[in-house]
């Protein structure tokens, strides 16, 4: 067997969310049974044991604790990477925060009503 075969997969996957781009990583993307959803399973977050305290993951961390398998829009995902190893999962604000390193954009969406 090859080492990629040996190895599990990480996906780090970029998403709009509520005007801020969250940015996680996990053990399976899939195309949801419910039309125009990616479904996301087995996030990852990183150890505990670490001295300095990422206030961003912390509230991914409450915020996803409960959760086993989350949906997320089609329209709202900017980019889905298979990865060699997870990374630090985040919330990016928006407005004035720099645009992710790349050259892929999000599709423009128009303003939500409700929010």
Known sequence: MT??????RVYKIQFHNRGKLYELYAREVSQSGLYAFVEVAGIIFG???KMVVDPSEERLKAEFSQVSRTYIPLHAVVRIDEVE???VNKIIESGGAPAPAGNVAAFPLGPMKGE
């Open 3 to 8: 080492k990629r075969k040996t190895q599990k």
């Open 47 to 49: 150890e505990r044991s």
């Open 85 to 87: 190893k997870e990374g």
